[in-house]
C-alpha cells in the first residue's frame, strides 16, 4: 500500500461515500441530528463497516499516512497541542499519556504494547459498541499511529463477549488492514510494523480499570494492582503499556489528518473537542448525541433529546455509570465537561446520561448502583468488597421505611471511608451515586424514613389502588394470588389494602392502567 | 446449547494453541456449553498449573457456569437505562412465571434466566429482554409473558 494507492482508493468510492451521506442527512433532518457535531461518530451509520474501501474514502488511513512522514515526537506534540483527554472516564490528557509510554520505552529499551479498552462495562453507555460495530477501521488506524507514536509493534483490542457484533466487525476490519498492507509488516511501504489481537472480556465490570484489564488479557483473575506502577511503566506483561478507550483511539485519525484545530477549535476550556453521550432512560429521543464539550445538560436533553415524554416531570440525570451520580433537574443549566460535572459531586464518565422521571425514586436509584458495585467488587480490597456491602444494608433500610436519621450520618461517613481507602477506581468511586443523591435529593431520604417514598417506588413503603379510570372489566381479579380485589364483572371494583401483598401482578393487565402505586 | 460429546483429547487438541486461560476457558464455555470438570482438569494439564488456579479464573468471570443452562436462555438487562423503565418488574414476572430465581434452570431444562445481565448496550431501545438469539426491544411484562407462554405451548406440541 502506498499514498497513491489509497488515493486512488478514494477516488473509487468517494462518490459512494457522498451519496450515502447525503442520504443519510435527508433522512435525518430532525433536531436531534442538527444539533449535534458529528466527529468521533462521523461514520456511524453511514459507511458500511465492514469495507476497508468505503473508510478510505471518508479520508481514512490518511492519518496514518501523514504521521508515519514524521517524528514519533511530532506525533505525540499534535495529539498534545489538540488538547484531547481520554474518553474513558478520567480524562486524562492523553498526549502526555502516550509521552510517558514513549519515555519509558526509550529509558527501559524494551517492547511495548498499545491497549484498547473496549470494555464498555458502564450501564447507560454504549458509544464505543456504536462505534466498533460501524467504524472499527478509525480504531485501528488510530492504534497503528499510537504504536508508532510511543515505538510499539503489538496491541491488543480488549472487547466486551456482551458485544459479538462489534467483535465481529473488528476482526473483519483488521483481517482487511493486514490485506491492504496497513496492519503487519513495513507498513505503508515505511519501517515500521505493528499488528493487532482482540481479546475478548469475559463478563467482569472491573476489568474496565486498566490494571485488571492487563491482568485479564494475560489471561488470570481480573483483579486490579495499586499503582504505581502505572501501565506506562509496567503494564502488560510488564512491559510499557499504553491504554486508551475506544472514542479516544477513533478521534486520532482526524486529528493526524487534519491537524490538532480539527479538535481543539471546539469546546470549552481544558476540555477540547466533542463528546459522545449516550441519551437513554425518560427521554422522548434517546440514542447517541455527540456535542461539542461544555454544552448545557438543558440542550441536550431538551434541544436534542425533545424532553421527557408523557408529560412527566424531569426530576434528575444521572451521569457516568456506578462512578458518577445524579444531577437535579434544577441544575440542568450546567455546562458539561469534565471538570464542571466533578464540581457537583459526578463525573462525566464514560458518558452515559440516563434520564429519570417523578416516578424514579432517588434512594432506589442509588440502591440500584451500590448492589451493582457490590455484584462487581473483585473483593480484593476490604473496603470495597464489606462497605459497599453495609452502604447496601443501610439503603435497604431506608427503602423498607425501617431507617433512623442518624443511618444517613452513617451512609456519609461510610461512603467516604470507602472513597479513601479503595485499592481502585471501581471502590474509589463507588459511592459516588449515593453522595450525589444524599446531597440534592436529602428530602426524600428524609422522607424514606418518615415512611413515605415521593417516587412510589419503595415496594414496602406503597400501597396499589383502583382508581377512577377502572372500567369494571373484571381481568385483574383472578390474576391477584391472595384474591385482594374484589368485583363482578361490570360492577365496582375495590383493591383490599389490607390483603395486598404487592406483588404487582395485577396493574400490568389492566387495559385503562386503572391500578396505581401511591405512596403511603 | 453444550455438545457433550466432545471428547477430552479433541478439547485438548483445541486448546493447545490458546493464548492464555481465559482464553481458553472461554473455548470450553462454547464447546461444552458450560465449565465441566474435565475441561477444567484439561486447561490446568495444558497451561501446567493446578485445577484450583483454573478455577480461581473461571469463577472470577460472570461469563462462565458451572452448570448447564437451559434450552431458552432468558437474560433481563438490568443496565441503568432499562432499570429506570421497569426491567425489575419484568424479570419478577419472569421469575414468577417459570418459578426460578435469576440464576435457576427450570427442572424440565427448558428455561434459564442469566444471574446479573448487566447493560447489553441498547439503552436507546430500554427495556430490553433477550430470550436465546432474540432481542426484545422496549418491551414490558404482558409482551414478555406472551413470548415464553408460546415458547413454553411450542415446546408442549413439538415434545407430543
Known amino acids: ?520 | 446449547m453444550g455438545d457433550l460429546t466432545v471428547t477430552k483429547s479433541a478439547f485438548k487438541k483445541r486448546i493447545t494453541n490458546e493464548p492464555s486461560i481465559l482464553t481458553a476457558l472461554q473455548q470450553a464455555q462454547e464447546v461444552y456449553g458450560y465449565i465441566t470438570p474435565d475441561a477444567v482438569a484439561v486447561v490446568a494439564d495444558v497451561f501446567e498449573v493446578s485445577q484450583s488456579r483454573v478455577y480461581s479464573t473461571a469463577t472470577f468471570y460472570h461469563q462462565f457456569t458451572f452448570a448447564p443452562r437451559g434450552k431458552h436462555v432468558i437474560s433481563v438487562c438490568m443496565g441503568t437505562a432499562c432499570y429506570v423503565l421497569g426491567a425489575q418488574e419484568i424479570l419478577n414476572a419472569i421469575e414468577d412465571e417459570l418459578g426460578i430465581k435469576a440464576g435457576g434452570v427450570t427442572t424440565d431444562g427448558l428455561f434459564s434466566i442469566e444471574h446479573n445481565t448487566r447493560c447489553v448496550g441498547d439503552c436507546a431501545s430500554a427495556p430490553i429482554v433477550i430470550i436465546g438469539e432474540r432481542w426484545f426491544n422496549k418491551t414490558n411484562t404482558t409482551k414478555m409473558l406472551a413470548v415464553i407462554r408460546k415458547i413454553k405451548k411450542d415446546e408442549q406440541e413439538g415434545a407430543q
Open chain 1, 1 to 520: 500500500m502506498t499514498k497513491k494507492k489509497l488515493e486512488e482508493i478514494k477516488d473509487k468510492y468517494s462518490s459512494i461515500v457522498d451519496d450515502k451521506w447525503t442520504q443519510w442527512s435527508q433522512k435525518n433532518d430532525t433536531p436531534f441530528f442538527n444539533n449535534q457535531v458529528r466527529k468521533v461518530l462521523r461514520n456511524v451509520d453511514i459507511i458500511d463497516p465492514l469495507s476497508i474501501h468505503e473508510y478510505i474514502a471518508t479520508d481514512g488511513y490518511f492519518g496514518l499516512e501523514k504521521s508515519l512522514k514524521i517524528t514519533p515526537e511530532k506525533v505525540i506534540e499534535i495529539v498534545q497541542k489538540s488538547g484531547m483527554r481520554g474518553r474513558g472516564g478520567a480524562g486524562f490528557p492523553t498526549g502526555k499519556k502516550w509521552q510517558f509510554v514513549r519515555e519509558s520505552v526509550q529509558n527501559s529499551g524494551t517492547e511495548a504494547y498499545v491497549v484498547c479498552n473496549a470494555d464498555e462495562g458502564d450501564p447507560g453507555a454504549f458509544m464505543d459498541r456504536a462505534i466498533l460495530e460501524n467504524d472499527p477501521h478509525s480504531v485501528i488506524e488510530a492504534m497503528t499511529i499510537a504504536g508508532y507514536a510511543v515505538g510499539a509493534t503489538k496491541g491488543y483490542v480488549y472487547v466486551r463477549a456482551e458485544y459479538p457484533i462489534a467483535v465481529k466487525n473488528i476482526r473483519h476490519a483488521i483481517t482487511a488492514a493486514r490485506k491492504y498492507g496497513l496492519l503487519g509488516e513495513n507498513i505503508l511501504g515505511k519501517d515500521f510494523s505493528f499488528d493487532l489481537e482482540v481479546r475478548l472480556g469475559a463478563g467482569a465490570f472491573v476489568c474496565g480499570e486498566e490494571t485488571a484489564l492487563i491482568a485479564s488479557i494475560e489471561g488470570k483473575r481480573g483483579e486490579p494492582t495499586p499503582r504505581p506502577p502505572f501501565p506506562s511503566t509496567k503494564g502488560l506483561y510488564g512491559k510499557p503499556t499504553l491504554i486508551n478507550n475506544v472514542e479516544t483511539f477513533s478521534a486520532i485519525p482526524m486529528i493526524m489528518f487534519k491537524g490538532p484545530t480539527y479538535w481543539n477549535k471546539i469546546g470549552s476550556k481544558n476540555n477540547a473537542g466533542t463528546k459522545v453521550f449516550a441519551l437513554a432512560g425518560n427521554i422522548a429521543n434517546a440514542g447517541l448525541v455527540e456535542v461539542p464539550m461544555g454544552i448545557t445538560i438543558n440542550e441536550i436533553i431538551n434541544d436534542i433529546g425533545g424532553g421527557v415524554p408523557n408529560g412527566k416531570k424531569v426530576k434528575a440525570v444521572q451521569t457516568g455509570g456506578p462512578s458518577g451520580g445524579c444531577i437535579p433537574a434544577n441544575m440542568f443549566d450546567l455546562k458539561i465537561d469534565f471538570d464542571s460535572l466533578q464540581r457537583v459531586g459526578s463525573i462525566l464518565g464514560s458518558g452515559g446520561l440516563v434520564v429519570m422521571d417523578e416516578t424514579n425514586c432517588m434512594v432506589d436509584v442509588a440502591k440500584f448502583f451500590i448492589q451493582f458495585s457490590v455484584d462487581e467488587s473483585c473483593g480484593k480490597c476490604t473496603p470495597c468488597r464489606i462497605g459497599n456491602k453495609k452502604l447496601l444494608g443501610i439503603l435497604d433500610k431506608i427503602s423498607l421505611g425501617n431507617a433512623k436519621m442518624k443511618d444517613l450520618v452513617e451512609l456519609e461517613n461510610l461512603s467516604k471511608i470507602i472513597i479513601n481507602t479503595s485499592l481502585c477506581g471501581l471502590g474509589m468511586s463507588s459511592p459516588n451515586p449515593v453522595l450525589s443523591t444524599l446531597k440534592h435529593f436529602r428530602k426524600e431520604y428524609v422522607e424514606h424514613i418518615k415512611g413515605h417514598c415521593p417516587a412510589a417506588a419503595c415496594k414496602k413503603l406503597v400501597t396499589y389502588e383502583i382508581n377512577e379510570k377502572c372500567i369494571n372489566c373484571n381481568r385483574c381479579v383472578p390474576v391477584c394470588p391472595v384474591n385482594a380485589i374484589k368485583g363482578e364483572l361490570k360492577e365496582d371494583h375495590f383493591l383490599d389494602k389490607e390483603i395486598c401483598v404487592k406483588c404487582g401482578k395485577c396493574a400490568p393487565i389492566c387495559p385503562v392502567n386503572a391500578i396505581i402505586k401511591v405512596s403511603k
